[in-house]
């Protein structure tokens, strides 16, 4: 399976402090992506990082990807209350173009 | 700032029913997908659709489902007799490149099968 695969299954940090997860996937990607899903609503997209990057910023947000070890990490940093949300990452392989989504990571932000 | 609608935001049917959900994807996108998520689990792709036809499709979507783009505007999921564990959120997205760019999603349709 394609699917990536999140750690940890819940993370819950008081706000101002940083919140990092991370993806482990099983084959060959063109890219990687970052989704948050607030409770019972849809998929928003955070950030796309390129199979040849290696890190990528986008305002709070860093994410890291590891092809050697097939993993990527998410970083949020000086986190709200507002980021309390599960957050996914999916892949899309090689050769096919959907998104292989993981289980997701639950972050709590504690006001 | 342009985003993918869906309706109905809920649906309730009974078992055996045909459902149809809708999407409007985003104007100028050209590549459209539907995915669901049973409640407590993953995101699953279930197809994808680009240029009038079906490009990739997932075991899920056996022969119970269709798609279409009945105009210019609006994509379409049918669930012809639909099952107990059809119950999910079901969500439409849109590219403007193929499945390798940002997937825009809708807010999904909760569909519920009594």
């Known amino acids: 399976s394609q699917q990536g695969e999140e750690d940890p299954q819940a993370l819950s940090i008081q706000e101002g402090e940083n919140a990092t997860m991370n993806c482990s996937y099983k084959t060959s990607i063109n890219n990687l992506q970052w989704y948050r899903q607030n409770s019972g609503r849809g998929l928003v997209h955070l950030i796309l990082i390129r199979s040849n990057e290696r890190e990528k910023h986008s305002g709070r947000l860093r994410v890291t990807l590891d092809t050697s070890k097939k993993s990527s990490s998410l970083l949020i940093t000086a986190s709200r209350a507002a980021d309390t949300a599960s957050y996914f990452c999916?892949?899309?392989?090689?050769?096919?173009?959907?998104?292989?989504f993981g289980a997701g990571t639950t972050v709590t932000v504690r006001a | 700032e342009p985003e993918v609608t869906q309706t109905p935001s809920h649906q309730v049917t009974q078992m055996g029913q045909e459902v149809i959900l809708r999407c409007v994807p985003i104007?100028?996108?050209?590549?459209f997908y539907w995915y669901r998520q049973i409640l407590g689990q993953k995101v699953e792709f279930l197809v994808s659709?680009?240029?009038?036809?079906?490009?990739?499709k997932s075991e899920i979507f056996d022969d119970q489902f269709s798609v279409e783009r009945p105009d210019g505007s609006n994509f379409t999921l049918k669930i012809r007799s639909t099952k107990l564990e059809d119950s999910a959120m079901y969500f439409c997205?849109?590219?403007?490149?193929?499945?390798?760019?940002?997937?825009?999603f809708g807010p999904g349709t909760r569909l519920t099968v009594t």
């Open positions: 997205a849109s590219s403007v490149e193929t499945g390798v760019g940002e997937q825009y």
């Open positions: 104007s100028n996108h050209l590549y």
């Open positions: 999916a892949t899309v392989g090689s050769n096919d173009y959907k998104l292989s």
């Open positions: 659709f680009y240029n009038n036809e079906i490009s990739e």
